[in-house]
Structure formats: C-alpha cells, structure tokens
Nanobody
Framework: QLQLKESGGGLVQPGGSLRLSCEGS????????VAWFRQAPGKEREAVSC????????KYADSVQGRFIISKDNTRGTVELRIPTLKPEDTGVYYC???????????????????WGQGAQVTVSS
C-alpha cells in the first residue's frame, strides 16, 4: 500500500518561494496520479494541482494557475510542488495524495485519492 510523506514546508515571507516534495513508499509513486491539496485555517481542504502518472498532464486550481508548478521526478520517485511567489493566502497545510487509477486523467476532488500524506505546514507571513 502506498504511503506518502510531504516535506519542504515552513515559514516564508510574502514574495518568497517554496518547494514541497511528496515521497512515496510501499509502492511505486509512478503508478499513481498524484494531487496536492491544501487546507487553510478555518476552510475546507481544496485541490490545488494534480499530475497524471504516465504522460505528466497537469491541472491547477484557478487560484494558483500561473503561480504553482507541479512536476514529477521519476529518478527520485517524487512529485514536487513549486511555488515561486508566495502570498499570505497560500498559508495552510499542504497534503499530497495518490490515485491508483489506470486512467491518464487526474481529478481535482478528494474522493478519487486513496493514499494521503500527513501534511506539511506552509505559513506565509512577514
């Protein structure tokens, strides 16, 4: 069974950058579509981006389109989320999740994802 672990969170000033990494164990992350979700304080968890297992097609939420970059590193077996320019509203807990589908379509909704990491805190504040 796939187990996921996020890393790279922290406290960053507005305008700063961050790179989150999702590492899988127990199974090959390459066999899963992977998504990043975030949960801001007092808000529901929302999907921010996903990437498909084979062709690496990507999707982004409107709120992060053009600012977040999701990518796969097949050599390391990780999926990364890069945020070059952080805003205070990006504060939250970021989770990666895996969908064990054979389809090359990733979905921006939580029920498709069976494996979840424990989350990485990202705080954007001066």
């Amino acid at each position: 069974q796939l187990q996921l672990k996020e890393s790279g969170g922290g406290l960053v000033q507005p305008g700063g950058s961050l790179r989150l990494s999702c590492e899988g164990s127990g199974d090959t992350l390459d066999s899963y579509n992977v998504a990043w979700f975030r949960q801001a304080p007092g808000k529901e968890r929302e999907a921010v981006s996903c990437i498909t297992r084979r062709d690496g097609a990507t999707k982004y939420a409107d709120s992060v389109q053009g600012r977040f970059i999701i990518s796969k590193d097949n050599t390391r077996g990780t999926v990364e989320l890069r945020i070059p320019t952080l805003k205070p509203e990006d504060t939250g807990v970021y989770y990666c999740a895996g969908d064990p589908t054979f389809l090359d379509i990733c979905y921006m909704v939580a029920p498709y994802y069976h494996s979840w990491g424990q989350g990485a805190q990202v705080t954007v504040s001066s």
